[in-house]
């Protein structure tokens, strides 16, 4: 791929830094489950947490392609830190850049761009996933204070997050009408992480509940309008699609490097493996496949960082990346055989990290309906 | 001959569906395509193919946003010499009379024998804004032109009319001709003729060249909205009969017969 | 890479989507039933550059570069495929390998005549034992004093029953395998050359596809297209040129696909509302969209390679060729899903669409020999 100098410049470093510092931690953090503190320590160091936001407000002043080459490279060595790295900040730091207050941004933006506090978002329920507006959690105004009662789910860096932007409802007969944006501080009373969850992959990322009883918060923490959270969520999602969809596009890229370099290495039956043309038929599809998603990828990112409209190429760039992502990963899986199951090879950890992105961040079902929307004019 | 086509680049609504953005005063745009209006790209054409017969000049002129420079383009690519773009985004609430006042401040200083517009823009349907200019260049005018004859200083020109009339005027030049569509077969631009259009430069003026505060408009847009639907129609079923019979029950319990 | 289209990209755009939508798309459905050649509008093509797109002003081209080539066969095959095949064939096949390899004297003499359409060119390498195995072809070329002579016969030539101009492939040495295979210029009324048969194809109806038969046909030397034995060369580079074409047929073939879907199922209605309206279709639609975004991606990024003047870009020519190509078949697949029994009717053009989508996968190499070819860039 053909990328500008700078943005050259900038993917061979952050490339390095997986290279060397976080490739050598993966299997470990996926192994133990261990949430990589010191990574998170070294990104910011590297001003990796915020990369599109401006400098005043401690990000990198870059842009989003930026933002998804880094993704990108850091999900192609480790799923896990990726996740992290999008959830903080396309979830955590882009609403309150994009929707908050001058005070907001000054409070809470600036230690979360420079990673002295980590962000998370808390949208999903157990009963409002996807549909949003099935919302459970309210927020009711009683004396200049809201007092919040509910409970979220499946939030990533949820019980170690500091900052927390989630919505919740005045009232859930209301539906989108009825949802707001608001940020709480971990300590907050009322407020406490639930469970962690034990998942499938992306083991060294933390996925939480979120659980508020009674929980007031001040007036000032409104994000964006009272009853326009649907607003501020959307506008997240819309972006964090791109970030879902470059970590997609990585994890599909470790997968197809690793098969590449089994392939060049190994024998089957006698004959190298790189000869046969039913493992290169597997190989073309995987390089084919990864290429377009990126091309994809780039051109929504592109599209945002020039304020053009990008709903529908950040749905396809996330849909196509996660969807091909899958079936590199299995297919790099089947081109290692018996030895892709054992964690003596990282393909088996990329599959399972890669299942997620098809989930994540608006399900590839939804995606589709936003696609089909857009180009049916609805 | 001195020719100058007024362009405009519209929104091609006609099979999209049309939402009004938050400020109730526009369309969303941005999945919308844009085209150069369509009675236009038959002005531009028979501007075209008066150059091409008597010499001359042909400039093309567009009220519009940048994007306005992609549709003069085109122009500049079948054949117009020049062209100009007035700024539209350093005039707001433009109806027709302020936009026929914006094109007659940035044509007044050209030469020309034959101003041409299209008949009707099929954005906002005004048909207003040729016969404006017209009468602020105080030339004779003539609308829904669908033939042109041109023999030294006079215009031998058809008028289409309801009923399938046509009327013949004969007119003095210099004249403006607001053109209805299917006078002629626009032309494509050649390929060679687009790289070549591709360089040209576009003048560019707006609110420096014009002073805003003297262009007024007759009217402001207040809102737009998309009228309530009304009462459903009733769809009849049943046999040929039934159906008859139905009919002549409603009409009578009308009072229409 | 820029993901913005330039001023004269646009505009190239616009007007070739105009004139196919006016002219092209109107004869479409005819000169399939017909299988008939479109003259007239390759000769309205001709006035307007289309069969010189990449060819330099001062050979008579238009001198765009290869993201316009393929925006131009996109929109053309979105209109009608036949039509763009054989537009792709005059540029891609025959244009580019005269102008990047022929002499001076050769480009003067016939890139102006392919350009205006004075006269068409024709590619024949495919034999009917050598097709993706070029080693394999049995035509053979024997320098004689002034002349090269020809024997031998070509099949599934596109343009082959129209065509003044033929770039044709054979052995000068056959020991030297890939290396003895050399290029000539062929014209029509050369003595001993004559067409075959016409072939009844399934999709492509109307691009005059017939066998090439040359029996000791005499070819002046100066024909000779590159060097003696650098035929084999020649035809890699050009085809890596030619899948960019082919990828931009697939993507237009796709579209249209997709155009006539999104069309009919907001159309037709099931179950009291229109099919758009349930989500089966719509999950459809959004994966054929995806995928031709995805594969117009591929075939603008091997087209920029190949302006950015890398010597070889075979990877991503091939991704492109091989991507688009499958699917274009599946998009085209689930529009006549989406039509449902009257996809399968010539009352709508899903019809024509599904049976013109097909040869992508074959021709020009086949999605096989695109997958080696890009295996062999990766696994070295």
């Known amino acids: ?378 | 001959m001195d020719i100058i086509v007024c362009i405009k680049r519209v929104a091609q609504t006609a099979e999209a569906e049309v939402k009004i953005d938050s400020s109730g005063k526009d369309i969303i745009k941005d999945r919308l395509t844009f085209d150069m209006n369509e009675s236009d790209t038959y002005a531009l054409e028979e501007a075209i193919l008066l150059k091409e017969k008597f010499g001359g000049t042909l400039t093309a002129v567009s009220l519009g946003t940048v994007e306005a420079e992609d549709t003069l383009r085109i122009a500049l690519a079948k054949g117009a010499d020049s062209a100009i773009r007035i700024k539209a985004e350093d005039f707001q609430e433009l109806d027709g009379y302020k936009t026929a006042q914006l094109l007659k401040a940035a044509i007044k200083d050209l030469k020309f024998d034959v101003v041409f517009t299209g008949c009707i823009a099929t954005d906002d349907y005004y048909s207003l804004v040729g016969v404006t200019l017209a009468e602020l260049l105080g030339v004779p005018h003539a609308t829904l032109v669908t033939k042109i004859v041109i023999q030294d200083t006079k215009a031998q020109v058809h008028r289409e009319l309801e009923g399938g009339l046509v009327e013949h005027l004969e007119m003095t030049l210099p004249v403006l001709f607001t053109i209805q569509t299917g006078i002629n077969e626009p032309r494509y631009a050649s390929l060679i003729a687009i790289r070549r259009a591709a360089k040209k430069e576009i003048k560019v003026i707006g609110a420096s060249e014009i002073d805003p505060a003297n262009i007024q408009a007759n009217a402001s847009l207040e809102e737009l909205f998309t009228p309530s639907v009304g009462k459903r129609a009733e769809i009849l079923t049943g046999s040929m009969d039934e159906i008859s019979a139905k009919v002549a029950g409603i009409i009578k319990e009308k009072g229409l017969l | 890479m820029n993901f913005d289209l330039t001023n004269d990209q646009k505009m190239l755009q616009d007007q070739v989507k105009k004139f196919a939508d006016s002219v092209l798309a109107p004869v479409a459905p005819d000169i399939d039933k017909s299988a008939e050649f479109p003259r007239d509008n390759i000769k309205k093509m001709a006035e307007l550059g289309l069969l010189g797109i990449i060819v330099p002003e001062e050979y008579g081209g238009a001198g765009f570069d290869y993201i316009s080539l393929a925006i131009a066969i996109e929109e053309i095959s979105r209109a009608c495929a036949s039509t763009g095949v054989i537009v792709a064939v005059n540029n891609s096949l025959v244009g580019y390998p005269i102008m990047q390899f022929g002499s001076e004297e050769l480009k003067k003499k016939y890139l102006p005549l392919l350009c205006k359409g004075e006269k068409l060119g024709a590619f024949g390498l495919t034999e009917s034992n050598a097709g993706s195995d070029v080693a394999a072809l049995e035509t053979t070329a024997r320098l004689d004093g002034d002349h090269y002579i020809l024997n031998g016969t070509k099949r599934f030539i596109t343009n082959a029953g129209e065509a003044g101009i033929y770039v044709v492939f054979a052995y000068t040495n056959k020991e030297l395998k890939h290396k003895g295979i050399s290029a000539f210029i062929v014209e029509r009324d050369t003595p001993g050359f004559s067409l075959g048969k016409h072939e009844d194809l399934m999709g492509i109806r109307a691009t005059a596809n017939c066998e090439l038969i040359f029996e000791d046909v005499k070819i002046p030397k100066e024909n000779l297209l590159g060097k003696e034995g650098g035929g084999f060369k020649i035809c890699m580079n050009t085809l890596d040129v030619s899948r960019i074409d082919i990828g931009a047929q697939a993507v237009g073939i796709a579209q249209s696909a997709l155009d006539e879907a999104v069309r009919y199922s907001k159309e037709r209605k099931a179950f009291g509302q229109p099919i758009c309206n349930f989500e089966m279709v719509q999950s459809m639609l959004a994966e054929m969209a995806t995928e031709i975004q995805a594969a117009r991606m591929l075939v603008y990024f091997a087209g920029y390679c190949k302006n950015k003047g890398m010597a070889r870009f075979s990877l991503e020519s091939a991704m492109a060729k091989y991507y688009a190509s499958s699917i274009c078949v599946d998009v085209a697949r689930k529009a006549v899903q989406i039509h449902g029994g009257y996809g399968y009717t010539k009352d709508y053009p899903i019809e024509r669409i599904y049976r013109d989508a097909k040869i992508l996968e074959l021709y020009e190499g086949t999605s096989e020999i695109q997958k080696i070819v890009i295996a062999r860039e990766l696994v070295r």
């Open chain 1, 1 to 378: 791929m053909i990328l500008d100098e700078k943005h050259k410049e900038f993917r061979k470093m952050v490339k390095e830094f997986a290279d060397k510092e976080i490739a050598p931690r993966a299997k470990e953090l996926d192994m133990n489950s261990e949430f990589p503190w010191n990574l998170v320590k070294r990104m910011a160091e590297l001003k990796l947490l915020a990369l599109y936001v401006p400098k005043e407000y401690g990000g990198a002043g870059l842009d989003v392609l930026s933002y998804a080459i880094a993704v990108e490279e850091i999900g192609r060595v480790c799923g896990s830190t990726g996740i992290f790295l999008a959830a903080h900040s396309s979830l955590g730091v882009y609403p309150v850049y994009h929707s908050g207050t001058e005070e907001q941004k000054q409070k809470y933006l600036i230690p979360m761009a420079r990673g002295e506090k980590l962000g998370s978002f808390g949208l999903t329920e157990p009963n409002a996933g996807s549909d949003a507006a099935a919302t459970q959690t309210t927020a009711k105004l009683v004396n200049d204070k809201y007092i919040v009662n509910g409970t979220k789910r499946f939030i990533t860096s949820g019980s170690i997050a500091d900052i927390i932007v989630f919505t919740a409802t005045k009232d859930p007969s209301l539906g989108y009408k009825g949802i707001s944006a608001f940020i709480v501080e971990k300590g907050t009373p009322g407020f406490s992480p639930g469970k962690d969850e034990d998942k499938l992959g992306l083991r060294g990322s933390i996925t939480s509940e979120l659980i508020f009883e009674d929980c007031k918060i001040p007036k000032e923490n409104l994000l964006g309008k009272e009853g326009e959270g649907f607003k501020v969520f959307m506008g997240t999602l819309d972006g964090g699609r791109i970030s879902i969809g470059a970590l997609a596009l990585g994890i599909a890229q470790g997968a197809l490097d690793a098969s590449v370099k089994f392939v060049n290495e190994n024998k089957k039956s006698g004959r190298p493996m790189k000869k046969m043309q039913s493992i290169q038929s597997r190989i073309a599809e995987m390089a084919t496949e990864v290429e377009a998603a990126r091309l994809l990828i780039y051109q929504a990112a592109m599209l945002k960082d020039n304020d053009l409209p990008f709903i529908k190429e950040s749905a396809m760039a996330k849909y196509y990346a996660s969807t091909i992502g899958t079936k590199a990963c299995d297919m790099a899986l089947t081109i290692h055989g018996m030895l892709g199951l054992t964690n003596e090879y990282s393909v088996e950890r990329f599959l399972r990290d890669e299942k997620l992105m098809e989930i994540g961040e608006g399900t590839s079902e939804i995606q589709k309906i936003v696609i089909a929307r857009q180009i049916l004019g609805k």
